[in-house]
């Protein structure tokens, strides 16, 4: 495999510093393609057997199409994913080449080159379509890995599959969680997306218990895109709400460019005779020429082991990409997709002053790089979804949080032409899920080219695209909501949860307590007081709405949920502020969330945290827990199961054949 010299690449790095990174363009063209610093593109998106991804088609006029708009789904999508060991290559910016590595990797078997970074492709589908996943499990077996206790580690070339954030059945063949697929087994899974299923950016990755952190931090984690083309429109006088896709178009029909970008923290590492991870002087995880980084132990993760291992975030399987083509004063969507295990991302974006200082290679002196050198105030993030789900009106942000599993989609239109740095920024110790201070470090940069024609801002893109591309009878509606701040009540996807619906659900709530009990020869780590034990439940009743309340007793976790997201209703801290709201007591962990849908969200330890859910459609078992997913391989989590209301006041459980609690 040809790659760069450590001498051009470090001549290249000094260049990501460059306003115009010449000299890199110029190296690249010396390199073979898919070289580390050749501009980055969204992932590869899975073959299917139409030959093409699902693309957003309106046909024609919008006020020439019928009360019920968009083309119907098509030919349903068939996939194929193999499960590989490979071989690839990660570069290490502290010693300027590529650390040769095998890790466990997702491959397309239909045919996309895997390349030498570790990212999977892209599943895009639509709603009304059943995604039809083969899973063939080509690693090697691994008799007897089964522990007497299920919270150990265990089995690490068993998988299964999850679709995180979709909205589709925990059962059978379909997002089944419970399921094991062992080596050499192949498994046809099902997902069949409701035709009223929410347009936006979710992702997929393993979740079998045990091995589950592993997995998911060798690269095994991709984008899953739900493309949407109903417009709003009116029924019965009332306002029956459609996907943002339609919104975001220029007045030529042209969506806007879309960037897929999936983070991933790879934490591998070269060990020594003694099967010790090598170490640098300064304590950082070190691999030599001709050695083969790779993740087979749990050792691997643990409280401060990424900040520790000096690894840097990689964004689509690279380490310090370079985003291309940006046009000034052009809106874009960024699909941002947190498949990482163990840091938390504060991004933010920042103009790169013209005659920068080349880039340090160490981590630990970005920070001072960053201050020198990207100049200036953070761009506005105009979030339009958090975790796939449309906001009732658009929030901007300068520092998007972003926790393990957490989504965001967010317009970014760069002011002027040049070059920004892409920035991971300083965070307290509360607000990271390594319990550590975290400095400033460089992700990657962004080029921008002239604009082109006049300079718009945000809101009138959005209101002139309303004007040209939505239905007459609700347009006027859509123009004034985004006249009125932003808002987007005409796009979102879920009606409130209210106060009363719960209360005439008659429900008494449900209770989360994260914990890590230190106190035996191990930590123990606990969904209210226990360990993970597969074989009990917490039951819920379908078509209830109920309240939530979620807390942490000992530092902080990130609370996912499968199949039904949730609304936020209120965060306290400890001393009972609100903190989820926009003003002064805001924290920024929570800024401008109260009200927002999500499937996963941060639990600070002491606060208090109220949301509320729907159990909707689909019954069966699935669970809750951490998305630290070392801390969810070893206890913190819980099974779920929603039963069928036996109609007198109890359900009817499957296990025992009658109703009854």
């Known amino acids: 495999m040809h790659h760069r010299t450590p001498s051009a690449q470090r001549a290249c790095l000094a260049a990501l510093a460059a306003a115009t990174l010449a000299f890199c363009a110029a190296a690249q063209a010396a390199d073979a393609a898919g070289a580390?610093?050749?501009?980055?593109?969204?992932?590869?998106?899975?073959l299917t057997d139409r030959g093409a991804p699902a693309q957003l088609q309106l046909q024609g006029q919008a006020d020439a199409l019928p009360a019920v708009q968009g083309a119907a789904p098509i030919r349903n999508p068939e996939?194929?994913?193999?499960?590989?060991?490979?071989?690839?290559?990660?570069?290490?910016?502290?010693?300027?080449?590529?650390?040769?590595?095998?890790?466990?990797s997702y491959v397309d078997a239909k045919g996309t080159p895997p390349g030498r970074f570790f990212i999977a492709p892209t599943i895009e589908a639509r709603p009304g379509e059943t995604v039809r996943m083969r899973l063939n499990n080509r690693l090697d077996p691994q008799p007897g890995c089964k522990p007497d206790d299920i919270n150990i580690p265990h089995c690490f070339n068993s998988t299964n599959l999850h679709s995180h954030g979709l909205w589709v059945s925990p059962s059978g063949n379909s997002d089944n969680v419970l399921l094991t697929i062992r080596p050499g087994v192949k498994f046809d899974y099902e997902y069949a997306i409701p035709d009223t299923h929410p347009a936006g950016t979710f992702w997929y990755h393993p979740h079998l218990h045990g091995s589950t952190?592993?997995?998911?931090?060798?690269?095994?984690?991709?984008?899953?895109?739900?493309?949407?083309?109903?417009?709003?429109?009116k029924v019965d006088g009332k306002t029956k709400t459609g996907d943002i896709d339609t919104l975001l178009r220029h007045p030529d029909g042209a969506p806007y460019s879309e960037r897929v970008i999936v983070f991933q923290q790879i934490q591998y590492a070269c060990r020594d005779a003694d099967g010790n991870i090598k170490i640098n002087p300064d304590k950082t995880w070190r691999c030599d020429p001709g050695d083969v980084g790779s993740i087979e132990s749990y050792d691997q993760f643990g409280p401060g082991s990424w900040p520790a291992s000096g690894r840097y975030t990689t964004i689509n399987g690279r380490v310090l990409p370079v985003f291309a083509d940006a046009v000034a004063g052009r809106p874009e969507r960024w699909r941002l997709i947190h498949a990482g295990v163990r840091d938390t991302i504060n991004l933010q974006f920042l103009p790169l002053r013209a005659q920068a200082e080349p880039l340090p290679t160490s981590t630990a002196?970005?920070?001072?790089?960053?201050?020198?050198?990207?100049?200036?105030?953070?761009?506005?993030?105009?979030?339009?979804?958090?975790?796939?789900?449309?906001?009732?009106?658009?929030?901007?942000?300068?520092?998007?949080?972003?926790?393990?599993?957490?989504?965001?989609?967010?317009?970014?239109?760069?002011?002027?032409?040049?070059?920004?740095?892409?920035?991971?920024?300083?965070?307290?110790?509360t607000s990271t899920v390594n319990a550590l201070v975290e400095k400033r470090q460089l992700l990657g940069t962004v080029r921008v080219r002239p604009?082109?024609?006049?300079?718009?801002?945000?809101?009138?893109?959005?209101?002139?695209?309303?004007?040209?591309?939505?239905?007459?009878?609700?347009?006027?509606?859509?123009?004034?909501?985004?006249?009125?701040?932003?808002?987007?009540?005409?796009?979102?996807?879920?009606p409130t949860v209210t106060e009363a619906e719960v209360k005439a659900s008659g429900s008494p709530?449900?209770?989360?307590?994260?914990?890590?009990?230190?106190?035996?020869?191990?930590?123990?780590?606990?969904?209210?007081?226990?360990?993970?034990?597969?074989?009990?439940?917490?039951?819920?009743?379908?078509?209830?709405?109920?309240?939530?309340?979620?807390?942490?007793?000992?530092?902080?976790?990130p609370f996912h949920i499968h199949v039904n997201p949730f609304q936020i209703v209120s965060i306290k801290d400890p001393n009972g502020v609100e903190v989820s709201g926009t003003g002064e007591t805001a924290d920024p962990q929570y800024a401008g969330t109260q009200g927002l849908w999500k499937d996963t969200l941060f639990v600070k330890q002491d606060y208090t945290i109220l949301v509320r859910t729907r159990y909707q459609r689909y019954?069966?078992?699935?669970?809750?827990?951490?998305?630290?997913?070392?801390?969810?391989?070893?206890?913190?989590?819980?099974?779920?199961?929603?039963?069928i209301p036996d109609g007198e006041g109890g359900v009817i459980d499957p296990d025992k054949g009658h109703g009854g609690h």
């Open 451 to 494: 604009a082109v024609g006049p300079q718009l801002t945000l809101q009138r893109h959005l209101v002139l695209a309303a004007d040209r591309w939505m239905p007459r009878d609700v347009r006027g509606e859509v123009i004034a909501g985004l006249q009125d701040g932003l808002r987007l009540a005409a796009f979102i996807p879920h």
């Open 213 to 233: 952190a592993l997995q998911v931090s060798s690269g095994m984690a991709g984008a899953l895109v739900i493309r949407g083309n109903r417009l709003p429109h």
């Open 365 to 429: 002196l970005h920070d001072a790089w960053i201050q020198r050198n990207c100049v200036a105030q953070p761009l506005q993030q105009a979030e339009i979804a958090a975790d796939g789900l449309t906001r009732a009106q658009v929030y901007d942000k300068t520092l998007n949080i972003l926790q393990p599993g957490y989504r965001s989609d967010v317009l970014m239109m760069f002011p002027t032409a040049g070059a920004y740095c892409m920035v991971d920024a300083a965070a307290a110790a």
């Open 619 to 643: 019954i069966g078992e699935y669970v809750l827990h951490c998305h630290i997913l070392d801390h969810e391989d070893q206890g913190m989590m819980q099974n779920v199961r929603v039963l």
């Open 36 to 46: 580390q610093d050749a501009p980055l593109a969204n992932p590869p998106v899975v």
């Open 79 to 104: 996939l194929s994913l193999d499960i590989v060991l490979r071989p690839g290559q990660i570069f290490d910016p502290a010693t300027g080449r590529f650390d040769n590595v095998q890790l466990r």
């Open 509 to 557: 709530g449900q209770k989360v307590e994260f914990n890590i009990d230190l106190n035996g020869p191990k930590p123990i780590f606990e969904v209210n007081g226990r360990p993970y034990d597969p074989d009990t439940s917490r039951d819920l009743v379908l078509g209830q709405a109920e309240e939530w309340t979620l807390s942490s007793a000992f530092v902080n976790h």
